[in-house]
């Protein structure tokens, strides 16, 4: 090992190495497939590669840990590369979310891509180089790390929103989500060139320092204030940049709709953490009033436009983009019990957005699409276990204890009442009531109507088991939180 | 004649990023969508080597050359996923490509 490559560098991104190595295997053995087998494909050892990638990723996070914890009570820092990665609690809690989110989309996307049509290998390599994206982007503290890192995540994204190459809905979807995607791409990067010129490094602590030095008000600060939010806020699609959200959301395969919502959304909201609490918190005067408006813009939009919603998909998307908003809430308050919100909310956010996925998932058949809100009609009749199941996702979606959602929600209420933003705090509450309206919408068509079809769903073993993770593990953080409280709070510790 | 100097890059990348979000938002082709967002990139690029030369650093030229090879990557993916469009719709104007509503 040369000064260049340490064995801590190694250290320090060693689940985005098993990540990037399985990705690559899995489109080199894909070739190499179609090669000698010719037409008979066989799928399964590719979700085994993912399975073992996830694994290789796992051990090295409780690596991680396992030396952190060793590092003292604070955990010595474990950073490679100069300085421009930090393994922390932080990136650590955040690489478990996006571990379990690829690890639950890669199982229940076997079914569904042979349903429809479009099963390659290239997806599951896809799944694996977004989740390495998302590992710099919770780690990475460089300006260049975090921006390839989001560029890694978002390239894998628009490809698999795509994936259904001959269905109009997903090329329509892919292609605005790049147009839109790019371009605030382009206004993130102009801001982090300001950035650099303030500071003269790439390094978001030198940049904080350069930023403290000088006025809230600053012009040349105001700039890259104004420039890097687009893009931040753009990711996880707060008004007003998120036109995106409700198209990619229809027309990418469900699989991936629930791939982007949780994964994407988690690692955009650690990037924006990343950057709101280090080299823009001296900041502050100037972005909270920004971003107090920008949250309740999404709370509004997102609310009032899912109540009119048909399609579930979309009504998902809307409600995605008024957690956004709740999460962005947590920032507003900004002391310890708001950024603790933040990450709980995400966690609960994490498993009760899956599981509703999985849900519509499971109701794809050949000819049906199933994400539509006659589809559901009767499903209590059909299927009583995805009924139930469906209801407690909602529920928690609702923020309705004993359910997870009502954890996530209430640290931010918490936050916002100990750090005296009451008008924001009655306002959340308002819109969480209105919440409960659309997402009873659909349990009003699961329970109260007459079925249209009368076969239960059939689904694989995959799917049933995803669902049934997902389920016990929103009703079981809401009931025992205690453990996964205490998860969130060690990733304070920056 | 006045020397040029790092304001003078950094009008330069101002204006490059006004035009190239003038674009974006008025044009209707996809093409044209796609070469503003290259405006945009470059306007960093600029904006990065002149600082990266008035600072006397080489950091941020290699920023410029990883934002160089993402707007690549962006520009592949980009008209690779205008070809399948094109393919099953005939066209390159965004407001004809409708079938999700905005």
């Keep these: 090992m040369s000064t260049f490559y340490t064995a801590t560098d190694h250290f320090s991104i060693l689940p985005a190495i098993m990540l990037a190595l399985f990705g690559c295997s899995i489109l080199l053995f894909d070739a190499f497939d179609a090669f000698f087998f010719g037409g008979a494909r066989q799928r399964r050892w590719q979700l085994l590669f993912v399975v073992m990638a996830e694994i290789g990723a796992g051990v090295g996070l409780v690596k991680q840990t396992l030396y952190l914890a060793a590092g003292g009570p604070n955990g010595l820092p474990l950073d490679g590369f100069h300085g421009t990665i930090l393994v922390n609690h932080f990136s650590i809690f955040f690489n478990w979310i996006f571990l379990v989110a690829a690890l639950i989309v890669a199982v229940v996307s076997y079914q569904y891509l042979e349903t429809a049509g479009e099963h390659h290998g290239e997806y599951y390599g896809l799944i694996l180089f977004a989740q390495c994206g998302m590992y710099f982007l919770a780690t990475g503290t460089d300006l260049i790390t975090l921006f390839i890192g989001l560029e890694l995540m978002a390239l894998s994204f628009y490809v698999m929103v795509g994936f259904l190459r001959t269905e109009q809905r997903s090329n329509e979807a892919a292609m605005k989500y790049l147009l839109l995607g790019a371009f605030s791409t382009g206004f993130l990067a102009y801001g982090f060139s300001v950035l650099y010129g303030i500071a003269g490094s790439t390094k978001l602590s030198e940049i904080a320092a350069a930023v403290a030095e000088r006025s809230p008000w600053d012009p040349v600060v105001i700039l890259a204030l104004v420039t890097a939010s687009v893009g931040l806020l753009f990711k996880i699609s707060a008004v007003p940049f998120h036109m995106w959200a409700p198209d990619a959301y229809e027309g990418a395969p469900t699989t991936v709709t629930a791939y982007l919502s949780v994964g994407s959304t988690a690692a955009s909201m650690a990037f924006l953490l990343r950057m709101f609490m280090g080299p823009l918190v001296s900041a502050r005067a100037a972005w909270e009033p920004l971003l107090a408006v920008v949250a309740v813009m999404t709370l509004t939009l997102g609310n009032l436009a899912a109540i009119n919603q048909t399609n579930i998909k979309r009504l998902l998307a809307y409600s995605s983009i008024s957690h956004a908003g709740y999460m962005l809430l947590g920032l507003v308050a900004g002391n310890d019990t708001g950024i603790n919100g933040i990450l709980v909310y995400l966690l609960v956010y994490t498993f009760m957005n899956l599981g509703a996925f999985i849900v519509i998932i499971a109701l794809r058949r050949q000819n049906i699409i199933g994400e539509d809100l006659d589809d559901f009609a009767g499903l209590m009749h059909r299927s009583p276990g995805y009924a139930v199941l469906m209801l407690v996702f909602l529920l928690s979606l609702a923020g309705i204890p004993p359910t997870a959602g009502f954890l996530g929600k209430y640290y931010i209420f918490l936050a916002l009442v100990q750090t005296g933003h009451y008008g924001l705090a009655v306002i959340g509450v308002l819109y969480a009531a209105v919440a409960i309206y659309y997402y009873f919408k659909i349990v009003r068509s699961m329970f109260m109507r007459d079925e249209e079809q009368a076969a239960p769903l059939a689904t694989s073993t995959g799917v049933r088991l995803a669902v049934t993770v997902a389920g016990a593990l929103t009703l079981g953080i809401g009931i025992y939180p205690e453990p996964f409280i205490r998860f969130a709070g060690a990733a304070l510790v920056r | ?102």
Excluded: C
Aim: net charge negative; no cysteine.
């Design chain 2, 1 to 102: 004649m006045q020397p040029v100097s790092t304001i003078h890059y950094l009008v330069l990348s101002a204006a490059l990023l006004l035009i190239g979000t003038v674009g974006v938002l008025t044009r209707r082709n996809i093409v044209i969508i796609l070469m503003s967002i290259e405006l945009i990139l470059n306007a960093v690029n600029i904006n990065l080597i002149a600082f990266s030369h008035a600072l006397h650093q080489v950091t941020g030229q290699v920023f410029a050359i990883f934002v160089i090879t993402d707007a690549v990557a962006e520009a592949a993916v980009g008209l690779g996923i205008l070809i399948a469009l094109f393919r099953n719709r005939e066209t390159l104007q965004a407001d004809e490509i409708d079938l999700l509503k905005w």
